[in-house]
């Protein structure tokens, strides 16, 4: 695609690089790993450092820092509910002044850099903006579901809710490849909460309208109208765990930088997406993207539950075979050109147990072609399990041989 996408929240950071390091030639799994793979995608920690870079097609811009502490969990959470509580429709307006009650802005804060000489300096600096959607009140708390764009690598985060009042906020959780989180705040002075509605039953021409924050909290609580232009899109985005093919919708509501995190919204006061991103490029309009509801619900239930989401761990460094020049591929024979090459492998990981080395090519998992790395983390992590046994066909250096894996869960330690 010639087009470029565009995370539509505030946060614009600096790339983060690896510098690759020389390696003898003789180890060329190291080799690949330094001299070719510009960013290693390593299978398991789903939070990694976050990265302001951008996709050579299209752009993404992301925020940057690492995920701020969890804190505990309580021990049970009520699942999200589906069923909307009754919101006035008798006008597009009535509706809009009973469901922005729930709609926040969310501050995400960095440590300022410290001067001993300058005793001003050193102070929280907002790295950027977002909105929210309050989802529900238990006790004295109250959750709210954003991107994990919007929060990653806060120090702090700030929620202005309708009222004018500004609380402290606490993360639950996040997901990168989902791109969703989970606040914690105050209960007392929360008026509302929004419910999900069903995205199964959404059609091209329902009306929608998205309620956030575009360009900050100056424009609090804005409100566009539109109408679904499609179901069921993906969208190729990059994020802090590695490229991901993301499930969206796609609406014509003005979607601007800063309405990351906020609620889509049908008629009937649903929320039935998170608005995520959109397309920004010259001459194009009108191309906003959200998550599906029915896709948030299971995904912010487990992180209000486990702080996180549980995906199957392989525990290996990779890049595409097409992408290493040849010389550096050994024995590996001239028709196969494609696959995944393995740069390092974690020796504690499933794939270090299973005798995986530095050097080997996964060709082939459970009999299915793995072209590149976006076959192998699609395989994984939509189709597969935490516990399940999976065998990878390889090729080290000209031999070919079959490999069982059992995938363990990358949020275990």
């Not at 060329?28 to 960013?39: A, D, F, R, Y």
């Not at 791109?179 to 105050?186: E, G, K, N």
Request: avoid cysteine.
């Amino acid at each position: 695609m010639d087009e470029n996408f565009q995370q539509d929240d505030q946060n614009k950071n600096e790339q983060q690089q690896i510098q690759p390091q020389k390696k003898e030639r003789k180890n060329w799994g190291q080799t690949v790993l330094s001299g070719v793979i510009g960013s290693v995608l390593t299978f398991g920690a789903i939070f990694y450092t976050p990265l302001g870079e951008q996709l050579t097609s299209p752009q993404i811009e992301k925020s940057e820092g690492e995920q701020t502490e969890q804190t505990e969990q309580k021990e049970e959470v009520p699942k999200v509910k589906t069923t909307a509580k009754e919101v006035s429709t008798d006008s597009l307006a009535d509706m809009v002044e009973e469901t922005s009650k729930a709609i926040v802005g969310i501050s995400n804060y960095k440590q300022g850099e410290q001067n001993p000489f300058v005793p001003s300096n050193g102070g929280d600096v907002q790295g950027g903006s977002g909105s929210g959607v309050i989802i529900k009140q238990e006790d004295d708390d109250a959750y709210v579901v954003t991107n994990n764009h919007v929060v990653e690598g806060a120090d702090r985060l700030e929620v202005s809710l309708a009222n004018g009042e500004t609380v402290e906020a606490t993360l639950i959780g996040s997901d990168a490849l989902s791109d969703l989180a989970v606040l914690r705040i105050s209960n007392e002075h929360v008026e509302s909460v929004l419910e999900f509605g069903d995205s199964d039953e959404l059609r091209a021409g329902d009306q929608v309208v998205a309620i956030g924050n575009p360009l900050g909290v100056e424009f609090s609580r804005s409100v566009t109208q539109g109408i679904i232009s499609a179901v069921d899109r993906t969208i190729e985005t990059k994020t802090s765990a590695g490229q991901w093919d993301l499930q969206v919708i796609q609406t014509d509501a003005a979607i601007n930088p800063g309405n990351s995190g906020g609620p889509l919204i049908n008629m009937n006061g649903e929320v039935i997406g998170i608005n995520s991103l959109k397309i920004a490029a010259g001459g194009v309009e009108g191309l906003g993207f959200a998550i599906p509801s029915n896709d948030v619900i299971p995904l912010v239930e487990e992180i209000m539950k486990n702080g996180s989401v549980a995906r199957p761990y392989l525990g290996i460094s990779m890049t595409d075979v097409d992408k290493i020049p040849r010389s550096y591929l050994g024995e590996l024979p001239n028709e196969v050109t494609e696959g995944v090459a393995v740069a390092d492998v974690d020796a504690n990981s499933p794939a270090g147990k299973a005798g995986m080395k530095p050097g080997d090519i996964i060709v082939k998992m459970d009999g299915d072609e793995v072209q590149n790395t976006e076959d192998l983390r699609n395989a994984l992590y939509k189709e597969l399990k935490v516990g399940d046994k999976v065998t990878l066909e390889i090729y080290r250096g000209k031999e070919k041989m079959n490999v069982d894996v059992t995938l363990s869960s990358n949020t275990l330690e």
